[in-house]
């Protein structure tokens, strides 16, 4: 039997309504409980192993995630490749609401959190090459089944990751955009490096909701209340992709 494929959900993501055969289960790792409990069930036929990063009620901010405990809950549940899905601003020109990128760099600007499991009394210090943060096929796989489904997507694009939870200022994301940042979001780290430490492959699907602020229709600030709407219809598209990847996804990493 293959492993099962976890799937981190978003913003927006706190449940997958396409998951069917669900069965909820709580649990706790050596690290503490995990945002919610983890829900095991079916998508595009495959078992996966879903878990919302902010929590079911989306009650966690950004900086207080215990990335360790979510990362561990899925390698514990036997999952060995996972895709997460984040919300982000767009920075790059033509990165529209409702766009959808899978990010091949990284640029982490957080602070303060843990993001190492070596990062404890006795536990042993990890040296882990991040040169390419995304594992390679499993990009390819969500490119694939963004062009089967006919969802148009970017191929690639740097993932500048910020503290929040507040949004960014105009001339924040002039800087991050002269650091070579393309999107910009809140959750993609530590999460990917400790992906890396715990040997699981792993890959982000990120779903533009807004301009970036000082871009395009964020270009006198950014309307807060009317994400909402754009997020639902952009999530929509995000997991008609998720699960075509889950149909053709043969569980190599």
Do not use: K
């Amino acid at each position: 039997m293959s492993a099962p494929l976890g799937i981190i959900g978003g913003s927006g993501l706190g449940r997958l309504a396409a998951l069917s055969d669900v069965r909820s289960q709580d649990v706790v790792t050596r690290w503490g409980a995990p945002s919610g409990p983890l829900l095991h069930g079916r998508l595009g036929g495959r078992a996966v192993v879903f878990l919302a990063r902010h929590g079911p009620d989306h009650a966690l901010a950004p900086h207080r995630i215990d990335y360790r405990a979510n990362v561990q809950a899925l390698v514990d549940a036997g999952v060995r490749a996972a895709v997460a899905v984040a919300t982000v601003g767009g920075i790059a020109a033509g990165l529209d609401a409702g766009a959808l990128v899978v990010p091949h760099q990284l640029i982490d600007y957080t602070w303060g959190r843990v993001a190492s499991f070596g990062d404890a009394p006795g536990e042993a210090v990890h040296h882990v090459d991040f040169t390419h943060p995304y594992t390679p096929t499993l990009r390819d796989g969500l490119i694939a089944a963004a062009c089967a489904t006919g969802v148009a997507v970017v191929p690639q694009g740097v993932y500048a990751c910020m503290q929040g939870p507040r949004l960014e200022t105009a001339a924040e994301i002039d800087r991050i955009e002269r650091d070579g940042a393309t999107v910009v979001g809140m959750t993609g780290m530590p999460e990917a490096v400790l992906a890396r430490e715990a040997g699981l492959a792993y890959a982000t699907l990120a779903v533009v909701v807004n301009a970036a602020a000082g871009r395009g229709d964020s270009a006198h600030g950014i309307a807060v209340a009317e994400l909402q709407a754009g997020l639902e219809r952009a999530l929509e598209t995000a997991v008609r992709v998720l699960v075509r990847f889950c149909e053709d996804f043969d569980g190599g990493a």
